[in-house]
Protein backbone atom coordinates (compact mmCIF):
# COMPACT_ATOMS: atom_id res chain seq x y z
CA UNK A 1 0.00 0.00 0.00
CA UNK A 2 3.24 2.68 0.86
CA UNK A 3 3.91 2.44 -3.03
CA UNK A 4 0.34 3.12 -4.08
CA UNK A 5 0.04 5.94 -1.36
CA UNK A 6 3.63 7.24 -2.98
CA UNK A 7 1.99 6.87 -6.70
CA UNK A 8 -0.89 9.01 -5.74
CA UNK A 9 1.46 11.60 -4.45
CA UNK A 10 3.21 11.89 -7.72
CA UNK A 11 -0.05 12.22 -9.93
CA UNK A 12 -0.75 15.25 -11.95
CA UNK A 13 -3.79 16.79 -10.87
CA UNK A 14 -4.93 17.52 -14.50
CA UNK A 15 -3.74 14.72 -16.20
CA UNK A 16 -4.04 11.93 -13.64
CA UNK A 17 -0.60 10.61 -14.57
CA UNK A 18 2.59 10.89 -12.88
CA UNK A 19 4.08 14.34 -13.62
CA UNK A 20 6.39 15.35 -16.31
CA UNK A 21 8.82 18.19 -15.83
CA UNK A 22 7.05 19.38 -13.17
CA UNK A 23 6.39 23.26 -11.84
CA UNK A 24 4.67 25.12 -8.91
CA UNK A 25 2.52 28.09 -8.40
CA UNK A 26 3.49 30.01 -5.66
CA UNK A 27 0.37 28.80 -4.07
CA UNK A 28 2.68 25.50 -3.37
CA UNK A 29 0.71 23.04 -5.92
CA UNK A 30 2.33 20.89 -8.32
CA UNK A 31 1.31 20.53 -12.19
CA UNK A 32 3.34 18.85 -15.21
CA UNK A 33 4.62 21.61 -16.87
CA UNK A 34 2.39 21.13 -20.73
CA UNK A 35 -0.64 20.27 -18.06
CA UNK A 36 -0.84 23.69 -16.67
CA UNK A 37 0.69 25.99 -19.41
CA UNK A 38 -2.52 24.53 -21.07
CA UNK A 39 -4.63 25.43 -18.13
CA UNK A 40 -3.34 29.36 -18.11
CA UNK A 41 -3.60 29.31 -22.27
CA UNK A 42 -7.30 28.69 -21.49
CA UNK A 43 -7.60 31.30 -18.60
CA UNK A 44 -5.94 33.61 -20.54
CA UNK A 45 -9.17 35.26 -22.77
CA UNK A 46 -10.52 35.74 -19.19
CA UNK A 47 -7.77 37.70 -18.34
CA UNK A 48 -8.31 36.14 -14.48
CA UNK A 49 -5.86 33.33 -13.74
CA UNK A 50 -6.42 30.93 -11.07
CA UNK A 51 -4.49 27.38 -9.27
CA UNK A 52 -6.66 24.52 -10.51
CA UNK A 53 -6.48 22.80 -7.11
CA UNK A 54 -7.18 25.91 -4.70
CA UNK A 55 -8.40 28.58 -6.79
CA UNK A 56 -5.85 30.93 -5.98
CA UNK A 57 -6.05 34.02 -8.07
CA UNK A 58 -3.25 35.64 -9.37
CA UNK A 59 -3.42 39.43 -11.32
CA UNK A 60 -1.29 38.27 -14.13
CA UNK A 61 -0.26 35.46 -15.66
CA UNK A 62 1.71 33.38 -13.07
CA UNK A 63 5.27 32.44 -13.16
CA UNK A 64 6.30 28.57 -13.73
CA UNK A 65 9.19 26.80 -11.58
CA UNK A 66 10.68 24.24 -12.37
CA UNK A 67 10.30 21.57 -9.30
CA UNK A 68 13.59 19.77 -9.77
CA UNK A 69 13.09 17.85 -6.20
CA UNK A 70 9.71 16.24 -7.48
CA UNK A 71 11.70 15.38 -10.88
CA UNK A 72 14.17 13.22 -9.19
CA UNK A 73 11.78 11.83 -7.03
CA UNK A 74 9.44 10.73 -9.63
CA UNK A 75 12.32 9.23 -11.84
CA UNK A 76 13.39 7.34 -8.90
CA UNK A 77 10.20 5.66 -8.60
CA UNK A 78 10.41 5.28 -12.10
CA UNK A 79 13.73 3.29 -12.30
CA UNK A 80 13.14 1.69 -8.54
CA UNK A 81 9.72 -0.21 -9.28
CA UNK A 82 9.11 -3.70 -10.87
CA UNK A 83 8.19 -3.24 -14.90
CA UNK A 84 5.05 -3.98 -14.52
CA UNK A 85 4.84 -4.71 -18.43
CA UNK A 86 7.09 -7.12 -18.51
CA UNK A 87 4.11 -9.96 -16.13
CA UNK A 88 1.26 -7.24 -16.31
CA UNK A 89 0.04 -9.19 -13.27
CA UNK A 90 -1.22 -7.00 -10.38
CA UNK A 91 -2.49 -7.06 -6.60
CA UNK A 92 -6.08 -8.22 -6.95
CA UNK A 93 -6.97 -6.23 -4.00
CA UNK A 94 -4.91 -2.94 -4.77
CA UNK A 95 -8.17 -2.32 -6.71
CA UNK A 96 -6.97 2.01 -6.29
CA UNK A 97 -3.70 2.10 -8.18
CA UNK A 98 -2.22 -1.11 -9.56
CA UNK A 99 0.54 -2.73 -7.38
CA UNK A 100 2.64 -5.54 -9.04
CA UNK A 101 2.05 -9.16 -7.39
CA UNK A 102 4.98 -11.00 -5.21
CA UNK A 103 2.59 -14.18 -5.01
CA UNK A 104 -0.44 -15.77 -6.41
CA UNK A 105 -2.68 -18.52 -4.71
CA UNK A 106 -3.38 -21.21 -6.43
CA UNK A 107 -6.25 -22.28 -4.12
CA UNK A 108 -7.66 -18.79 -3.69
CA UNK A 109 -6.84 -17.81 -7.59
CA UNK A 110 -5.43 -13.92 -6.58
CA UNK A 111 -2.72 -12.59 -6.76
CA UNK A 112 -0.85 -10.58 -3.91
CA UNK A 113 1.14 -7.58 -2.93
CA UNK A 114 3.77 -8.01 -0.06
CA UNK A 115 1.06 -6.13 1.98
CA UNK A 116 -2.47 -8.52 1.14
CA UNK A 117 0.23 -11.51 1.19
CA UNK A 118 0.83 -10.57 5.18
CA UNK A 119 -2.96 -11.47 5.69
CA UNK A 120 -3.25 -13.99 3.00
CA UNK A 121 -3.83 -17.63 4.75
CA UNK A 122 -1.15 -19.76 5.93
CA UNK A 123 -2.99 -22.92 5.84
CA UNK A 124 -1.11 -25.86 3.75
CA UNK A 125 -3.71 -26.32 1.07
CA UNK A 126 -3.24 -22.54 0.26
CA UNK A 127 -0.09 -22.53 -2.34
CA UNK A 128 1.50 -19.74 -2.99
CA UNK A 129 3.37 -20.05 -6.63
CA UNK A 130 5.57 -16.76 -8.26
CA UNK A 131 3.12 -14.62 -9.54
CA UNK A 132 0.72 -16.16 -12.59
CA UNK A 133 -2.23 -15.07 -14.72
CA UNK A 134 -3.58 -18.13 -15.52
CA UNK A 135 -3.83 -19.80 -11.79
CA UNK A 136 -6.46 -22.37 -12.91
CA UNK A 137 -4.26 -23.82 -15.38
CA UNK A 138 -2.28 -24.82 -12.10
CA UNK A 139 -5.00 -26.87 -10.88
CA UNK A 140 -6.62 -30.29 -11.99
CA UNK A 141 -9.54 -30.24 -14.70
CA UNK A 142 -11.60 -32.76 -13.32
CA UNK A 143 -11.14 -32.30 -9.27
CA UNK A 144 -10.47 -29.07 -9.50
CA UNK A 145 -7.52 -29.21 -6.88
CA UNK A 146 -3.53 -27.96 -6.98
CA UNK A 147 -1.83 -29.80 -8.96
CA UNK A 148 0.96 -31.76 -6.99
CA UNK A 149 2.46 -34.86 -8.48
CA UNK A 150 3.51 -36.18 -11.98
CA UNK A 151 2.61 -38.93 -13.73
CA UNK A 152 5.60 -41.37 -15.00
CA UNK A 153 3.65 -43.74 -16.53
CA UNK A 154 1.46 -40.68 -18.41
CA UNK A 155 3.44 -37.63 -18.55
CA UNK A 156 1.02 -36.26 -16.81
CA UNK A 157 0.72 -33.39 -13.95
CA UNK A 158 -1.73 -34.58 -11.79
CA UNK A 159 -3.58 -33.86 -8.45
CA UNK A 160 -3.95 -35.84 -5.26
CA UNK A 161 -7.46 -37.20 -6.46
CA UNK A 162 -6.67 -38.49 -9.38
CA UNK A 163 -3.56 -40.39 -7.80
CA UNK A 164 -5.48 -41.58 -5.41
CA UNK A 165 -8.61 -42.77 -6.85
CA UNK A 166 -8.91 -41.06 -10.36
CA UNK A 167 -7.58 -42.41 -13.67
CA UNK A 168 -3.95 -42.78 -12.95
CA UNK A 169 -4.27 -44.71 -9.46
CA UNK A 170 -1.83 -47.14 -8.83
CA UNK A 171 0.78 -44.90 -11.17
CA UNK A 172 4.17 -44.51 -10.63
CA UNK A 173 3.97 -40.95 -9.49
CA UNK A 174 6.95 -38.06 -8.46
CA UNK A 175 6.28 -35.03 -6.39
CA UNK A 176 6.40 -32.09 -9.31
CA UNK A 177 9.55 -30.41 -7.56
CA UNK A 178 11.30 -33.83 -7.74
CA UNK A 179 9.98 -34.49 -11.18
CA UNK A 180 11.14 -30.89 -12.34
CA UNK A 181 14.14 -31.44 -10.90
CA UNK A 182 14.33 -34.74 -13.08
CA UNK A 183 13.84 -32.72 -15.97
CA UNK A 184 15.87 -30.39 -15.60
CA UNK A 185 18.88 -33.10 -15.60
CA UNK A 186 17.56 -34.60 -18.71
CA UNK A 187 17.64 -31.09 -20.26
CA UNK A 188 20.84 -30.14 -18.82
CA UNK A 189 22.60 -33.31 -20.31
CA UNK A 190 20.66 -32.86 -23.77
CA UNK A 191 22.12 -29.25 -23.64
CA UNK A 192 25.49 -30.95 -22.92
CA UNK A 193 24.95 -32.51 -26.12
CA UNK A 194 23.91 -29.58 -28.25
CA UNK A 195 26.50 -27.36 -27.24
CA UNK A 196 29.23 -29.10 -29.34
CA UNK A 197 26.89 -29.01 -32.18
CA UNK A 198 26.38 -25.10 -31.63
CA UNK A 199 29.98 -24.71 -31.21
CA UNK A 200 30.50 -26.27 -34.36
CA UNK A 201 27.70 -24.14 -36.51
CA UNK A 202 29.13 -21.44 -34.76
CA UNK A 203 32.39 -22.75 -36.06
CA UNK A 204 31.24 -23.30 -39.60
CA UNK A 205 29.51 -19.55 -39.63
CA UNK A 206 33.06 -17.99 -38.77
CA UNK A 207 34.29 -19.60 -41.48
CA UNK A 208 31.52 -18.45 -43.81
CA UNK A 209 31.96 -15.00 -42.29
CA UNK A 210 35.49 -14.87 -42.97
CA UNK A 211 35.39 -16.13 -46.33
CA UNK A 212 32.69 -13.74 -47.09
CA UNK A 213 35.21 -10.57 -45.73
CA UNK A 214 37.98 -12.38 -47.46
CA UNK A 215 35.60 -12.54 -50.65
CA UNK A 216 34.53 -8.84 -50.51
CA UNK A 217 38.18 -7.62 -49.66
CA UNK A 218 39.23 -9.50 -53.30
CA UNK A 219 36.29 -7.87 -55.25
CA UNK A 220 37.26 -4.62 -53.53
CA UNK A 221 40.83 -4.93 -54.20
CA UNK A 222 40.30 -6.36 -57.96
CA UNK A 223 37.71 -3.18 -58.32
CA UNK A 224 40.70 -1.38 -57.70
CA UNK A 225 43.01 -3.34 -60.47
CA UNK A 226 40.20 -2.76 -62.58
CA UNK A 227 39.91 0.81 -62.75
CA UNK A 228 43.59 1.06 -62.70
CA UNK A 229 44.49 -1.27 -65.44
CA UNK A 230 41.77 0.67 -67.52
CA UNK A 231 43.13 4.14 -66.23
CA UNK A 232 46.83 2.38 -67.78
CA UNK A 233 44.60 1.59 -70.78
CA UNK A 234 43.41 4.82 -71.49
CA UNK A 235 46.82 6.12 -71.25
CA UNK A 236 48.37 4.02 -74.17
CA UNK A 237 45.31 4.37 -76.11
CA UNK A 238 46.24 8.53 -75.95
CA UNK A 239 49.51 7.36 -76.70
CA UNK A 240 48.49 5.28 -79.39
CA UNK A 241 46.25 8.08 -80.85
CA UNK A 242 48.48 10.56 -80.54
CA UNK A 243 51.09 8.46 -83.01
CA UNK A 244 48.91 8.15 -85.07
CA UNK A 245 47.97 11.33 -85.64
CA UNK A 246 51.66 12.39 -85.59
CA UNK A 247 52.21 9.66 -88.60
CA UNK A 248 49.75 11.44 -90.53
CA UNK A 249 50.77 14.84 -89.61
CA UNK A 250 53.90 13.97 -90.58
CA UNK A 251 52.81 12.23 -93.68
CA UNK A 252 50.88 15.38 -94.52
CA UNK A 253 53.61 17.71 -94.07
CA UNK A 254 56.30 15.51 -95.97
CA UNK A 255 54.02 15.89 -99.09
CA UNK A 256 52.46 18.49 -98.54
CA UNK A 257 56.29 20.37 -98.44
CA UNK A 258 56.88 17.99 -101.58
CA UNK A 259 53.79 19.44 -103.23
CA UNK A 260 54.52 23.00 -102.78
CA UNK A 261 58.52 22.98 -103.86
CA UNK A 262 56.46 21.31 -106.82
CA UNK A 263 53.85 24.03 -107.33
CA UNK A 264 57.44 26.66 -106.97
CA UNK A 265 59.12 25.42 -109.54
CA UNK A 266 56.10 25.14 -112.00
CA UNK A 267 55.09 28.63 -110.86
CA UNK A 268 58.88 29.71 -112.24
CA UNK A 269 58.23 27.71 -115.28
CA UNK A 270 54.83 29.24 -116.41
CA UNK A 271 56.31 32.98 -115.98
CA UNK A 272 59.02 31.80 -117.75
CA UNK A 273 57.24 30.46 -120.16
CA UNK A 274 54.72 33.63 -120.08
CA UNK A 275 57.56 35.46 -120.99
CA UNK A 276 58.62 33.32 -123.57
CA UNK A 277 54.88 33.59 -125.45
CA UNK A 278 54.86 37.39 -125.18
CA UNK A 279 58.17 37.45 -126.95
CA UNK A 280 57.13 34.98 -129.53
CA UNK A 281 53.53 36.98 -129.52
CA UNK A 282 55.62 39.94 -130.16
CA UNK A 283 57.96 38.65 -133.20
CA UNK A 284 54.44 37.23 -135.29
CA UNK A 285 53.97 40.72 -134.88
CA UNK A 286 57.39 41.90 -136.83
CA UNK A 287 57.30 43.14 -140.44
CA UNK A 288 61.18 43.35 -140.65
CA UNK A 289 62.06 39.95 -142.36
CA UNK A 290 66.23 40.54 -141.20
CA UNK A 291 65.23 41.41 -137.33
CA UNK A 292 62.79 38.43 -137.24
CA UNK A 293 64.62 36.09 -138.45
CA UNK A 294 67.43 37.49 -136.01
CA UNK A 295 65.95 37.62 -133.17
CA UNK A 296 63.40 34.86 -133.02
CA UNK A 297 66.10 31.92 -132.00
CA UNK A 298 63.59 30.58 -128.85
CA UNK A 299 63.98 26.97 -127.14
CA UNK A 300 60.82 25.55 -126.21
CA UNK A 301 60.58 24.28 -122.03
CA UNK A 302 59.97 21.30 -121.58
CA UNK A 303 57.10 19.90 -119.49
CA UNK A 304 57.58 18.51 -116.11
CA UNK A 305 57.05 15.02 -115.67
CA UNK A 306 54.11 13.41 -113.80
CA UNK A 307 56.43 11.36 -111.83
CA UNK A 308 58.06 14.50 -110.59
CA UNK A 309 54.41 15.78 -108.91
CA UNK A 310 54.26 12.01 -106.70
CA UNK A 311 56.86 12.67 -104.47
CA UNK A 312 59.22 9.65 -103.23
CA UNK A 313 58.49 6.96 -105.26
CA UNK A 314 54.55 6.56 -104.14
CA UNK A 315 55.05 3.14 -102.71
CA UNK A 316 52.01 1.98 -100.26
CA UNK A 317 50.41 5.13 -100.90
CA UNK A 318 46.88 5.44 -102.32
CA UNK A 319 45.58 7.89 -104.53
CA UNK A 320 45.37 10.59 -102.07
CA UNK A 321 49.05 10.67 -101.38
CA UNK A 322 48.77 8.94 -97.56
CA UNK A 323 50.68 5.65 -96.95
CA UNK A 324 47.58 4.19 -95.46
CA UNK A 325 49.43 1.06 -94.90
CA UNK A 326 52.08 2.40 -92.65
CA UNK A 327 49.89 4.35 -90.49
CA UNK A 328 47.64 1.15 -89.39
CA UNK A 329 50.53 -0.54 -89.19
CA UNK A 330 51.38 1.74 -86.68
CA UNK A 331 47.85 1.61 -85.04
CA UNK A 332 48.17 -2.01 -84.91
CA UNK A 333 51.61 -2.39 -83.32
CA UNK A 334 50.10 0.31 -80.78
CA UNK A 335 46.99 -2.09 -79.89
CA UNK A 336 49.25 -5.31 -80.12
CA UNK A 337 51.61 -3.68 -77.21
CA UNK A 338 48.27 -2.59 -75.35
CA UNK A 339 47.03 -6.19 -75.15
CA UNK A 340 50.61 -7.68 -74.54
CA UNK A 341 50.43 -5.04 -71.25
CA UNK A 342 46.68 -5.82 -70.26
CA UNK A 343 47.48 -9.75 -70.51
CA UNK A 344 50.74 -9.44 -68.48
CA UNK A 345 49.46 -7.01 -66.08
CA UNK A 346 46.40 -9.84 -65.67
CA UNK A 347 49.12 -12.85 -64.80
CA UNK A 348 47.99 -14.31 -68.47
CA UNK A 349 49.86 -15.92 -71.27
CA UNK A 350 48.08 -16.42 -74.73
CA UNK A 351 50.29 -19.60 -75.96
CA UNK A 352 50.19 -20.17 -79.80
CA UNK A 353 49.06 -23.39 -79.82
CA UNK A 354 49.44 -25.75 -82.82
CA UNK A 355 47.91 -28.84 -83.77
CA UNK A 356 50.13 -32.09 -84.12
CA UNK A 357 49.46 -33.87 -87.70
CA UNK A 358 51.59 -37.37 -86.19
CA UNK A 359 49.12 -37.46 -83.67
CA UNK A 360 46.09 -36.85 -85.58
CA UNK A 361 43.29 -40.00 -86.32
CA UNK A 362 43.04 -40.48 -90.05
CA UNK A 363 39.66 -39.20 -90.38
CA UNK A 364 40.43 -35.67 -88.72
CA UNK A 365 41.10 -33.09 -91.59
CA UNK A 366 43.79 -30.29 -90.62
CA UNK A 367 44.61 -26.95 -91.96
CA UNK A 368 47.85 -25.28 -93.11
CA UNK A 369 48.12 -23.14 -90.45
CA UNK A 370 47.70 -25.99 -87.97
CA UNK A 371 44.90 -24.46 -85.99
CA UNK A 372 41.79 -25.97 -87.57
CA UNK A 373 41.00 -29.31 -87.18
CA UNK A 374 37.88 -30.74 -88.52
CA UNK A 375 36.08 -34.47 -89.10
CA UNK A 376 36.14 -36.16 -92.31
CA UNK A 377 34.88 -39.19 -93.90
CA UNK A 378 37.91 -39.38 -95.84
CA UNK A 379 40.94 -40.83 -94.69
CA UNK A 380 43.82 -38.53 -94.89
CA UNK A 381 47.20 -39.86 -96.32
CA UNK A 382 49.46 -39.56 -93.69
CA UNK A 383 52.51 -42.09 -92.96
CA UNK A 384 52.31 -44.58 -89.99
CA UNK A 385 53.62 -42.60 -86.86
CA UNK A 386 53.73 -43.96 -83.06
CA UNK A 387 51.75 -41.06 -81.56
CA UNK A 388 48.77 -41.43 -83.87
CA UNK A 389 45.18 -42.12 -82.54
CA UNK A 390 43.45 -45.05 -83.93
CA UNK A 391 40.66 -45.75 -82.05
CA UNK A 392 39.23 -42.28 -81.60
CA UNK A 393 39.04 -39.15 -84.25
CA UNK A 394 41.28 -37.23 -81.72
CA UNK A 395 44.32 -34.85 -82.10
CA UNK A 396 47.08 -33.45 -79.95
CA UNK A 397 48.52 -29.73 -79.61
CA UNK A 398 52.30 -30.11 -80.86
CA UNK A 399 53.69 -28.10 -77.13
CA UNK A 400 52.76 -29.12 -73.98
CA UNK A 401 52.09 -26.60 -71.12
CA UNK A 402 53.72 -27.09 -68.08
CA UNK A 403 53.56 -24.05 -65.80
CA UNK A 404 52.02 -21.07 -65.66
CA UNK A 405 48.78 -19.47 -66.09
CA UNK A 406 47.43 -19.79 -69.64
CA UNK A 407 44.20 -18.58 -71.91
CA UNK A 408 43.62 -19.15 -75.44
CA UNK A 409 39.98 -19.44 -76.99
CA UNK A 410 38.26 -21.92 -79.71
CA UNK A 411 35.59 -21.86 -81.94
CA UNK A 412 33.00 -24.82 -82.86
CA UNK A 413 31.18 -24.88 -86.19
CA UNK A 414 28.25 -26.43 -83.85
CA UNK A 415 27.58 -29.12 -86.15
CA UNK A 416 27.67 -32.52 -84.88
CA UNK A 417 29.47 -33.50 -81.46
CA UNK A 418 33.02 -32.60 -80.24
CA UNK A 419 35.32 -32.77 -76.81
CA UNK A 420 37.59 -29.92 -76.14
CA UNK A 421 39.69 -30.55 -73.13
CA UNK A 422 43.70 -31.00 -72.35
CA UNK A 423 45.20 -34.70 -71.76
CA UNK A 424 48.48 -35.58 -70.98
CA UNK A 425 50.99 -37.07 -74.15
CA UNK A 426 50.86 -40.40 -72.44
CA UNK A 427 47.32 -40.92 -73.45
CA UNK A 428 46.87 -44.59 -75.18
CA UNK A 429 46.09 -44.36 -78.64
CA UNK A 430 43.67 -47.11 -78.86
CA UNK A 431 41.43 -48.96 -77.03
CA UNK A 432 38.21 -48.16 -75.39
CA UNK A 433 40.45 -45.81 -72.51
CA UNK A 434 41.90 -43.78 -75.25
CA UNK A 435 39.32 -41.50 -75.38
CA UNK A 436 39.82 -37.96 -74.20
CA UNK A 437 38.20 -37.97 -70.38
CA UNK A 438 37.42 -41.86 -70.27
CA UNK A 439 40.46 -42.08 -68.28
CA UNK A 440 42.29 -40.16 -65.56
CA UNK A 441 44.92 -38.39 -67.81
CA UNK A 442 42.46 -36.53 -69.59
CA UNK A 443 39.79 -33.78 -68.86
CA UNK A 444 37.00 -32.24 -71.27
CA UNK A 445 34.38 -30.32 -72.13
CA UNK A 446 31.61 -32.11 -75.00
CA UNK A 447 29.43 -29.79 -76.65
CA UNK A 448 26.57 -31.32 -79.08
CA UNK A 449 23.53 -29.74 -79.93
CA UNK A 450 21.39 -31.65 -77.44
CA UNK A 451 23.30 -30.71 -74.54
CA UNK A 452 26.92 -30.05 -72.63
CA UNK A 453 29.01 -32.06 -70.46
CA UNK A 454 32.10 -32.84 -68.39
CA UNK A 455 34.05 -36.15 -68.13
CA UNK A 456 37.16 -37.19 -66.43
CA UNK A 457 37.95 -40.97 -65.43
CA UNK A 458 34.71 -41.67 -67.64
CA UNK A 459 32.42 -40.15 -65.22
CA UNK A 460 30.37 -37.51 -66.89
CA UNK A 461 28.60 -34.63 -65.26
CA UNK A 462 25.34 -32.38 -67.49
CA UNK A 463 25.78 -29.22 -67.12
CA UNK A 464 22.57 -27.16 -67.85
CA UNK A 465 23.94 -24.24 -70.24
CA UNK A 466 22.92 -22.98 -73.61
CA UNK A 467 24.86 -24.65 -76.41
CA UNK A 468 24.17 -21.95 -78.98
CA UNK A 469 27.50 -20.13 -78.27
CA UNK A 470 29.81 -20.61 -80.23
CA UNK A 471 33.17 -19.42 -79.02
CA UNK A 472 34.33 -20.76 -75.64
CA UNK A 473 37.11 -19.62 -73.42
CA UNK A 474 39.86 -22.09 -71.62
CA UNK A 475 42.21 -21.51 -69.02
CA UNK A 476 45.12 -23.07 -66.97
CA UNK A 477 46.56 -22.67 -64.11
CA UNK A 478 49.05 -24.97 -63.71
CA UNK A 479 50.77 -24.90 -60.50
CA UNK A 480 47.21 -24.49 -58.92
CA UNK A 481 45.45 -26.98 -60.95
CA UNK A 482 42.67 -25.81 -62.19
CA UNK A 483 41.27 -26.04 -65.38
CA UNK A 484 38.41 -24.04 -66.61
CA UNK A 485 35.81 -23.64 -69.29
CA UNK A 486 33.82 -20.31 -70.24
CA UNK A 487 30.39 -19.53 -72.52
CA UNK A 488 32.42 -16.27 -74.54
CA UNK A 489 28.66 -14.94 -75.29
CA UNK A 490 27.88 -11.74 -73.56
CA UNK A 491 27.97 -11.85 -70.70
CA UNK A 492 30.61 -14.31 -70.27
CA UNK A 493 29.39 -17.46 -67.77
CA UNK A 494 31.57 -19.85 -66.25
CA UNK A 495 30.66 -23.31 -67.25
CA UNK A 496 33.14 -25.74 -65.26
CA UNK A 497 36.55 -26.11 -63.63
CA UNK A 498 38.45 -29.18 -63.02
CA UNK A 499 41.04 -29.54 -59.84
CA UNK A 500 43.74 -31.57 -59.81
CA UNK A 501 47.44 -32.31 -59.45
CA UNK A 502 48.78 -32.02 -62.52
CA UNK A 503 52.12 -34.11 -62.97
CA UNK A 504 53.04 -34.10 -66.82
CA UNK A 505 52.61 -31.35 -69.39
CA UNK A 506 49.54 -30.96 -70.78
CA UNK A 507 48.23 -30.83 -74.71
CA UNK A 508 45.13 -29.22 -76.05
CA UNK A 509 43.25 -32.19 -77.35
CA UNK A 510 40.13 -32.54 -79.56
CA UNK A 511 37.77 -34.79 -80.20
CA UNK A 512 35.83 -34.54 -83.63
CA UNK A 513 32.31 -36.28 -84.30
CA UNK A 514 31.10 -36.05 -88.12
CA UNK A 515 30.33 -32.49 -89.12
CA UNK A 516 32.05 -31.00 -86.12
CA UNK A 517 34.90 -28.46 -86.54
CA UNK A 518 37.30 -26.65 -83.81
CA UNK A 519 39.40 -24.22 -84.51
CA UNK A 520 42.09 -22.43 -82.00
CA UNK A 521 41.83 -18.86 -81.28
CA UNK A 522 45.07 -17.16 -79.57
Same mark, same amino acid.
Not at 37 to 48: F, I
Given at each position: MASADLRDELDCSICLSLYTDPVYLRCGHNFCR??? +??? /???? #???? +??????? $?AEYPGRPAL #???RKLGNIVERFLSA $? &??MEETGIFCTYCTKSPVPAVRTCLQCEASFCGEHLSRHSKLPEHTLVEPTATPKKRKCSTHKEVLKYYCLMDAACICVSCWVAGDHKGHDVELLDVASEKEKEKLRKYLEELNPQKAEIQTKLQNLQDRQRNIQKKASDKRKNVRKLFMDIKKQLEVAENKALSEISRQEEKIVSQIS? /??KKLEIEEDELSRKMRHVEEMCHVTDPIRLLQESDITVCGHVDDEDTGGDGGEGRSEDGLDEVLISLTLHRSMRDIVTNVTSELGLH +? &??ILLDEDTAHRRVKISEDLKTATRTEEEQNRPESPGRFLYYPQVLSRCGLSSGRHYWEVEWNQKGECNIGMSYPSIKRKGDESGIGLNDKSWCLGMSGAGCGVYHRSVASPLSVDTTCRRLGVFLDYEAGRLSFYRLCDPIRHLHTFTASFSQPLHVVFCLWPGASVRIIS
Open positions: SCI +VSA /LDAQ #EAAG +VYSCPDC $R #EKN $R &PDD /LM +V &PD
